[in-house]
């Protein structure tokens, strides 16, 4: 958190990754409140989806910021790595 923290001040996708921690980190708190059900599932699904777009806007906006400063070797090594935590994200 940290980290998205000190880069958000310079990439925008990781202020909203940022953002989207801390709303996927209070929706993680409400679901614990519910410890079986369709609530649980419901509020585990959405934390989820969070965790899913935190990695996208990560390597998006990353992988942009690289292509900005000239280094799009960087971005393109990056970017199968993400779709791969994307797709591995969503078998779990």
């Known amino acids: 958190m940290v980290g ?7 990439i925008a996708g990781c202020k909203t990754a940022f953002t989207i921690t801390i709303i996927r980190i209070v929706v993680d708190l409400i679901g ?3 410890k079986t059900g369709f609530m649980n599932a419901l509020f585990t699904i959405a934390s989820d989806v969070l965790s ?5 806007y990560v390597c998006t ?11 799009a070797d960087i971005a393109q090594k990056g970017s199968p790595y993400g779709r791969l935590i994307l797709y591995a994200r969503s078998f779990l």
């Open 32 to 34: 614990n409140f519910f």
């Open 61 to 71: 906006s990353v992988a942009a910021a690289m292509n900005q400063i000239g280094a």
């Open 4 to 10: 998205l923290f000190g880069a958000g001040k310079d």
């Open 52 to 56: 899913l777009l935190v990695v996208y």
